[in-house]
């Protein structure tokens, strides 16, 4: 296909891959996935509205439609066409609207098109449509999208409700870390530590953000601020010490 492309020769590039597909065994789904992707790159630059549906409304048929449905929405934005993927977004929220990946690369679609309003419309929409168990990670998700793409004040609003909710996700203190840290808001980053630390996390869990809280200041502090840290952790196994004492006396 490559080497016809390369001549401008569309037609046979096409019956190059169409050839492929013929001759593929049933088996070699992996291969065959990467012909019709092939053919749906090459419908969207030299073909017509016509033929790249053709193409996409065979290749849904047999492959994995969430896959084939993901790789255009990827080709309209390498191309520009916001308006054909918004089509695709569309279509596929209806088809798999249980799917928290699909809500969430809509949400960033809409995110990094200027649209943020939309994308918490949509977001709004998923958290209707998603089962109870998935609802929690949608959030989490969409808060980071939020910090990263739309306005970190409301991403913060949503990261501390999630907190509130389930106050023992480390991952989740650890990531909101993580998001501040990145918006160079410095002292919210601290003051979250602070908070994590009050906390009655298990041993390996406390090792864990203290070392963190230690590599954060190294990088962003001032010796100050290491030697703080550095001695809350020696209070910190000071005290685990004291208590394993006191364990052994009872």
Known sequence: MAFWLSLTDVDKARAVANRALE???IRETEE??????????????YGTVESLD?????????NDPKTIHFALIEIYQRSQKFEEATMVFKTLTKKFNRSKKVWLLWCLFLFTTDKPQEARFQFSRALNCLPKTKQFDLIFKFAQLEFKHGDPERARTIFENLLTTKPKRLDVWSVYIDMETKQKALSKARNIFERVLTLNFSTKKMKFM????????QKHGEPKDVERVTQKAQEYICLLYTSDAADDLL
């Open 23 to 25: 001759k593929l065994n």
């Open 32 to 45: 065959k996935k990467n012909i019709w992707l092939a053919l749906l790159n090459l419908e969207n630059t």
């Open 54 to 62: 053709n193409v996409y409304q065979k290749a849904v048929v047999v």
């Open 210 to 217: 203290f070392k963190k809280y230690l590599r954060f200041e």
